[in-house]
């Protein structure tokens, strides 16, 4: 029954994703008493995630270091700096500016390794990427976002550490020594039992911080337009780049597959809560919306992945 649900919730979820955040700003009301939820229902889902992997996907940098310190790179310095080019040029608004940016700067999302399976890339490289990424993020995030802040808003590094600490780091590292004690048998029993849960729990982080964008929902303006097209944009352009970059960098089709969707995929639930908790509501705008396009992009170029391997694809002995 569990593994049904999931089926189920893993089908709709380009769909069930924008109706969480439908149903946040229709209600609210109720969400603005329920944001206490967040960080453990994020907590949870990251420990879910984590029981896929194990001690053996950080050892796996001796096999693969350019590629992961590539992919960190991508993920937490050419992105951002893409993001913020184009938000400065286009709106002349520092909160959105902040916005844009920290919707490409959180750590590459855990749905990427769902796309690195269908599409046939490097498995174990993805698993290592995921898990190198979420330890570095607590010492990454707050960096590249003083950068963008700048002097203008005051940021409590402090308190944002911790929370990175307590909602990515310790489920992530729990999951994996749990795994590890259970020489990989938790996966199968606990870890899928939890999987539909913790899709369940992403669906609601999305509804409670959904209403903090409510006010700005409230009437069409060609600025809500234009930062929609704009979040649309840079993450379709994100796997475009990472696919160019991969395919003059990596001839493994494997391994440019891999890197397309970890570029691509972010974890954006908690680029919510950061922007929710430590910015001026308008801050989440740009990275609530990003939760709209993000399997939808993911299942089209997993279509252009799939032309790329026809054509360039070493034919098997």
Partial sequence: MLNNLN????KWMPILTPLSLVVGVLFHNIGVHLLFLVSWLFAFMTFSSS???NVKDVKSFSKHPVMILGSIAFLHIIMPIWAYFLSTIIFDDHLLTIGFVISVAVPTG???VIWVNICRGNLPLCLSIILIDTLLSPFLMPGLLHIAVGESIAIDTSSLIMDLLWMIVLPTVMGVLLNELTKGNIKATLGRKLAPFS???LFGVVMINSSAIAPYLKQVTWELFGVILLVLFIAA???AIALIIGHFVWKDTSIVT???FIGGMRNIAIGVIIATTYFPAKVAMPVVFGMLFQQVLASLYSRVIEKYKMKYEAPSV
């Fill in 7 to 10: 089926k189920w919730l893993q």
């Fill in 51 to 53: 029981l896929n992997m």
């Fill in 110 to 112: 855990v749905t990427s």
């Fill in 199 to 201: 899709k369940l729990c």
């Fill in 237 to 239: 352009s994100g796997y």
């Fill in 258 to 260: 891999t890197f397309v």
